[in-house]
């Protein structure tokens, strides 16, 4: 059954604060309080946002030509761009974070002694999710920008759906615009400078061409005699074409759009690109992810990347297990119940690699892994990718257990030893996206609910920005003692309290209501897109055995569905729901675990 799920989006049209940087960051903050006061859960800034777009600066080029004063006008140029990661990024983090909102914003990043013109993805706990650098700067930009490459590329997994961002006239590339496609975007950010009356149709194409949402973000810009530099022209286009929102022409907006899900799968009815639409048979296309380095330093022959060439990691989310079964047991239900797991049977055991929180007390296994998989898809016939990788953390010292699939080669590494296997694979040219360090705090744990627990659970059922993503109503006072007195009364009821490193962070239950079992949870505001709902959930699904088990989301609650998707759950059936004391009417998916 289609689920309609709604996500509010913001395009921002406004102007940066020319060579001024901290100025820019705070309108920046302030542009974001405005789209979040219109409840927008992703907010889109133009290209080259941060750090400036110099329309019309020559920076002293012409033909074999470069002048003393084009040269320091690239300086100060230079010293307004921002590092990636670096205090700038964690700032426009701290931002998303208060808000607890998706950012994409264009930057001006610095690295070494070059410029990129790149995009920046943050989730609403302040991560930087993913880093596009342009792949290819249009002509006089290349005097001062440097070129992508093939590994960032990112289309970021988000509860509001994948979003992917490219840069102006990078979207006249068609065969970026099929990787893109390729890899699921479903929120296609078209980050820009262009406010020609080209530009509107260009993304109206790409929209209807790759049947996902477009959120097309203009700068404005005057000069110094207060004309249009760069006038604008953003807008919001649906799967099927249609303008959602926009163009606005000539003033500072930010303008906002409903975006409904289910019109991604009315769309992809008649025409999938990537999918029924294609003929492989007669086209292919082939993207190579990897860094390309100029220079690549080596000590030994076994330190080089397969074929001379370095490979592209990224690090998998999370944590994983390495478990040892008995040779003739049967596979268990929890072995194959997350998002990523491996089982191998031989003659002696059977191996399992699953999330920890899956297994049962009394497993044989080794907890506390990181991993990391190579990017793309490797041909058979490509040699030595595992030596290249183990060799160079081997002589770190370093430990390892390696699997494979069909594409590609999955290494995991002891979460404390995670940081020099990152740094050995770094020094022998190959290069590792994520990688940052991970705490044994950020281990999940569930525990019963306890009463001295309840003034926490009563100060967050009060939130407005949680009640409103849950379209729930809070309870009274004298309503919540007596609802949670009754629960701590009922040993029937599973209600767990959710441990991130100690802290306390949600709830998670089991509980009967009309004849049914069903779950719930509620995760601090500042800590959702973490995947702690989905990791609790699955603990308190190996804890409670019994199905069905029922859940019911408001449709519009794109981010609660996809953790009870992720979890296994299935929608069965989705109604209007009456009004009661803890809910306004809304349409609602009812989901079951069988």
Same mark, same amino acid.
């Given at each position: 059954?289609?689920?309609?799920?709604?996500?509010?989006?913001?395009?921002?049209?406004?102007?940066?604060?020319?060579?001024?940087?901290?100025?820019?960051?705070?309108?920046?903050?302030?542009?974001? %309080?405005? !789209?979040?006061?219109?409840?927008?859960? /992703? *907010? @889109?800034?133009?290209?080259?946002?941060? #750090? +400036?777009?110099?329309?019309?600066?020559?920076?002293?080029?012409?033909?074999?030509?470069?002048?003393?004063?084009?040269?320091?006008?690239?300086?100060?140029?230079?010293?307004?761009?921002?590092?990636?990661?670096?205090?700038?990024?964690?700032?426009?983090? %701290?931002? !998303?974070?208060?808000?607890?909102?998706? /950012? *994409? @914003?264009?930057?001006?990043?610095?690295? #070494? +002694?070059?410029?990129?013109?790149?995009?920046?993805?943050?989730?609403?706990?302040?991560?930087?999710?993913?880093?596009?650098?342009?792949?290819?700067?249009?002509?006089?930009?290349?005097?001062?920008?440097?070129?992508?490459?093939?590994?960032?590329?990112?289309?970021?997994?988000?509860?509001?759906?994948?979003?992917?961002? @490219?840069?102006?006239?990078?979207?006249?590339?068609?065969?970026?615009?099929?990787?893109?496609?390729?890899?699921?975007?479903?929120?296609?950010?078209?980050?820009?400078?262009?406010?020609?009356?080209?530009?509107?149709?260009?993304?109206?194409?790409?929209?209807?061409?790759?049947?996902?949402?477009?959120?097309?973000?203009?700068?404005?810009?005057?000069?110094?005699?207060?004309?249009?530099?760069?006038?604008?022209?953003?807008?919001?286009?649906?799967?099927?074409?249609?303008?959602?929102?926009?163009?606005?022409?000539?003033?500072?907006?930010?303008?906002?759009?409903?975006?409904?899900?289910?019109?991604?799968?009315?769309?992809?009815?008649?025409?999938?690109?990537?999918?029924?639409?294609?003929?492989?048979?007669?086209?292919?296309?082939?993207?190579?992810?990897?860094?390309?380095?100029?220079?690549?330093?080596?000590?030994?022959?076994?330190?080089?990347?397969?074929?001379?060439?370095?490979?592209?990691?990224?690090?998998?989310?999370?944590?994983?297990?390495?478990?040892?079964?008995?040779?003739?047991?049967?596979?268990?239900?929890?072995?194959?119940?997350?998002?990523?797991?491996?089982?191998?049977?031989?003659?002696?055991?059977?191996?399992?690699?699953?999330?920890?929180?899956?297994?049962?007390?009394?497993?044989?296994?080794?907890?506390?892994?990181?991993?990391?998989?190579?990017?793309?898809?490797?041909?058979?016939?490509?040699?030595?990718?595992?030596?290249?990788?183990?060799?160079?953390?081997?002589?770190?010292?370093?430990?390892?257990?390696?699997?494979?699939?069909?594409?590609?080669?999955?290494?995991?590494?002891?979460?404390?030893?995670?940081?020099?296997?990152?740094?050995?694979?770094?020094?022998?040219?190959?290069?590792?996206?994520?990688?940052?360090?991970?705490?044994?705090?950020?281990?999940?744990?569930?525990?019963?609910?306890?009463?001295?627990?309840?003034?926490?659970?009563?100060?967050?059922?009060?939130?407005?920005?949680?009640?409103?993503?849950?379209?729930?109503?809070?309870?009274?006072?004298?309503?919540?003692?007596?609802?949670?007195?009754?629960?701590?009364?009922?040993?029937?009821?599973?209600?767990?309290?959710?441990?991130?490193?100690?802290?306390?962070?949600?709830?998670?239950?089991?509980?009967?209501?009309?004849?049914?079992?069903?779950?719930?949870?509620?995760?601090?505001?500042?800590?959702?897109?973490?995947?702690?709902?989905?990791?609790?959930?699955?603990?308190?699904?190996?804890?409670?055995?019994?199905?069905?088990?029922?859940?019911?989301?408001?449709?519009?609650?794109?981010?609660?569905?996809?953790?009870?998707?992720?979890?296994?759950?299935?929608?069965?059936?989705?109604?209007?729901?009456?009004?009661?004391?803890?809910?306004?009417?809304?349409?609602?998916?009812?989901?079951?675990?069988?």
């Amino acid at each position: 059954m289609t689920t309609p799920l709604a996500v509010r989006a913001a395009v921002v049209q406004a102007a940066p604060v020319p060579f001024d940087t901290p100025r820019t960051l705070d309108k920046l903050a302030d542009l974001t %309080s405005e !789209a979040a006061r219109q409840k927008a859960g /992703l *907010v @889109v800034f133009p290209e080259a946002f941060v #750090g +400036g777009y110099p329309k019309g600066r020559t920076f002293g080029v012409s033909l074999g030509v470069r002048t003393p004063e084009g040269r320091d006008e690239f300086r100060r140029y230079f010293e307004s761009a921002v590092e990636v990661p670096g205090p700038e990024t964690e700032r426009i983090g %701290s931002v !998303a974070r208060q808000h607890g909102v998706h /950012l *994409v @914003v264009g930057v001006i990043e610095r690295a #070494g +002694g070059t410029l990129y013109c790149s995009s920046l993805t943050f989730g609403p706990d302040g991560s930087l999710l993913g880093t596009h650098r342009k792949l290819m700067p249009t002509a006089m930009e290349r005097a001062v920008w440097g070129q992508g490459d093939g590994s960032t590329l990112p289309v970021v997994d988000t509860p509001l759906g994948k979003i992917g961002a @490219v840069i102006c006239w990078e979207n006249y590339m068609p065969l970026l615009r099929t990787a893109m496609y390729a890899r699921g975007v479903e929120l296609y950010c078209t980050i820009t400078v262009d406010d020609r009356e080209t530009w509107v149709p260009t993304v109206r194409h790409i929209a209807l061409e790759g049947r996902c949402f477009v959120l097309s973000a203009c700068q404005v810009l005057r000069g110094a005699n207060q004309e249009w530099l760069i006038r604008g022209g953003s807008c919001v286009v649906g799967p099927l074409g249609q303008l959602l929102t926009g163009p606005v022409y000539g003033e500072e907006t930010v303008l906002v759009a409903d975006l409904d899900r289910a019109d991604l799968v009315r769309a992809k009815f008649d025409f999938d690109v990537v999918g029924h639409y294609a003929r492989p048979d007669v086209f292919r296309l082939t993207v190579n992810e990897a860094a390309t380095r100029p220079v690549t330093f080596t000590t030994a022959p076994e330190q080089v990347g397969v074929a001379g060439h370095s490979l592209t990691l990224l690090e998998v989310p999370g944590r994983f297990a390495v478990c040892k079964l008995s040779p003739g047991s049967a596979v268990p239900a929890w072995a194959t119940a997350g998002d990523v797991f491996t089982v191998t049977r031989t003659v002696d055991e059977v191996s399992v690699v699953c999330r920890p929180e899956l297994v049962p007390e009394g497993t044989q296994c080794e907890s506390g892994w990181r991993g990391l998989r190579v990017a793309g898809s490797m041909p058979f016939t490509l040699v030595g990718v595992l030596a290249s990788l183990t060799a160079p953390v081997a002589r770190a010292g370093v430990g390892v257990f390696a699997f494979s699939t069909y594409d590609t080669d999955y290494l995991l590494v002891k979460a404390e030893r995670f940081a020099e296997a990152v740094a050995a694979l770094r020094a022998a040219g190959h290069t590792v996206q994520g990688g940052a360090a991970m705490s044994s705090e950020e281990e999940i744990r569930l525990r019963p609910l306890r009463a001295d627990d309840l003034p926490w659970v009563y100060e967050q059922q009060l939130d407005p920005e949680s009640n409103r993503m849950a379209v729930t109503i809070p309870r009274t006072g004298k309503a919540f003692d007596e609802h949670w007195a009754n629960v701590l009364a009922t040993p029937e009821v599973a209600a767990r309290v959710i441990l991130l490193g100690g802290k306390m962070v949600g709830l998670v239950s089991c509980f009967q209501k009309d004849d049914q079992d069903r779950v719930g949870y509620w995760i601090d505001k500042g800590h959702w897109g973490r995947g702690i709902a989905s990791r609790a959930l699955r603990l308190l699904l190996a804890e409670v055995t019994r199905r069905p088990l029922f859940a019911t989301a408001a449709t519009s609650n794109g981010a609660s569905l996809r953790v009870l998707q992720k979890c296994g759950f299935l929608i069965d059936q989705i109604r209007q729901a009456p009004a009661d004391d803890r809910h306004p009417e809304c349409e609602e998916a009812t989901l079951v675990l069988r």
